[in-house]
């Protein structure tokens, strides 16, 4: 079985910075992808940004574009992300996903489809 922890969550001011952390534990597996989602109470989870675990190339909701930098520690198995200048529009649930199958582009990681495991999810909540 494998697991995904998120943690790093919490309540920030706008403006401020929350880095998350995303660690697998369980029996090893080998990953194409992790992707970052976020949802708000009452509406669909969408999308935040997603990186390539061996190439390290990424990809980002225009949303986080500019603010939000996903990364990957191969050796801890463990991923990041940083999140700056944090509006209080990002306030959400983030969840962590990893991803066994190959997808012919990294754009295709911004769906929900190729995720195989799923974390608990963290609040982070923005206040103005």
């Known amino acids: 079985q494998v697991q995904l922890g998120e943690s790093g969550g919490g309540s920030v001011q706008a403006g401020g910075s929350v880095r998350l952390s995303c660690a697998a534990s369980g029996r090893s597996f080998s990953r194409y992808a992790m992707g970052w989602f976020r949802q708000v109470r009452g509406k669909e989870r969408e999308f935040v940004a997603a990186i390539l675990w061996i190439e390290g190339h990424t990809y980002y909701d225009d949303s986080a574009k500019g603010r939000f930098t996903i990364s990957r520690d191969n050796a801890k198995n463990t991923g990041y992300l940083q999140m700056n200048s944090l509006k209080p529009e990002d306030t959400a649930v983030y969840y962590c996903?990893?991803?066994?199958?190959?997808?012919?582009?990294?754009?295709?990681?911004?769906?929900?489809?190729?995720?195989?495991?799923w974390g608990q999810g963290t609040q982070v909540t923005v206040s103005p």
């Open positions: 996903a990893a991803a066994t199958r190959f997808r012919p582009r990294i754009s295709d990681y911004g769906l929900e489809s190729p995720y195989d495991y």
